[in-house]
T-cell receptor, first 115, second 116 residues
Framework: DGGITQSPKYLFRKEGQNVTLSCEQN?????MYWYRQDPGQGLRLIYY???????QKGDIAEGYSVSREKKESFPLTVTSAQKNPTAFYLC??????????????FGSGTRLTVV | AQKITQTQPGMFVQEKEAVTLDCTYD???????LFWYKQPSSGEMIFLIY??????QNATEGRYSLNFQKARKSANLVISASQLGDSAMYFC?????????????FGAGTRLFVKA
């Protein structure tokens, strides 16, 4: 079955450490997105990419970095510059051409905790 | 700036009854799309229903319907015949057209509790 796979499901980060969250999709979707969700809040956009080797900052990009070397993959690195990284991270994708009415397909999320 | 407002942090509904979850939005763009997503306790977001700004009819998908009032900038979700499995967080979202960079923003969500 097609879908989005996020790994790991749980991740613990020490102070000053960089960590990378994986997001892989086999839906042949063009666009991929990273959102952050804090308790009791909605989703905030971190980064997004509509084509390979290109990506744009979202509303809260500081302290994060991404790459899009393959259509299927959009990993997110949480750097030591992100001062409050504890949150639930969701990866999403969607097709672009002629699919404006289609919502995102989401992964099952990664819960990141600073220890 | 675009904005989504969900004023109901929590809602209770009796099983088999209908419930309306409120959503208002703010945008200066003429072309936009409105979405509702469901987030069960597992955390994964599930796309429920879509309404385009130029759609003349209210969207429906099974037990979900969208009460779209463009002049009031509201896009309320109606769930008919509630089931225990409908207990979850529900998020309203908006995607603007080219001027908004096709980004999607989300409201803070409404937690729905379905009582047996």
């Amino acid at each position: 079955d097609g879908g989005i796979t996020q790994s790991p499901k749980y991740l613990f980060r020490k102070e000053g450490q960089n960590v990378t969250l994986s997001c892989e999709q086999n839906l042949n979707h063009d666009a991929m997105y990273w959102y952050r969700q804090d308790p009791g809040q909605g989703l905030r956009l971190i980064y997004y990419s509509q084509i390979v080797n290109d990506f744009q900052k979202g509303d809260i990009a500081e302290g994060y970095s991404v790459s899009r070397e393959k259509k299927e993959s959009f990993p997110l690195t949480v750097t030591s510059a992100q001062k409050n990284p504890t949150a639930f991270y969701l990866c999403a994708s969607r097709p672009l051409m002629g699919q404006g009415r289609v919502g995102y397909t989401f992964g099952s999320g990664t819960r990141l905790t600073v220890v | 700036a675009q904005k989504i407002t969900q004023t109901q942090p929590g809602m209770f509904v009796q099983e088999k009854e209908a419930v309306t979850l409120d959503c208002t939005y703010d945008t200066s763009d003429q072309s936009y799309g409105l979405f509702w997503y469901k987030q069960p306790s597992s955390g994964e977001m599930i796309f429920l229903i879509y309404q385009g700004s130029y759609d003349e009819q209210n969207a429906t998908e099974g037990r979900y319907s969208l009460n779209f009032q463009k002049a009031r900038k509201s896009a309320n979700l109606v769930i008919s015949a509630s089931q225990l499995g409908d207990s979850a967080m529900y998020f309203c979202a908006m995607r603007e057209g080219p001027n908004g960079g096709f980004k999607t923003i989300f409201g803070a969500g409404t937690r729905l509790f379905v009582k047996a």
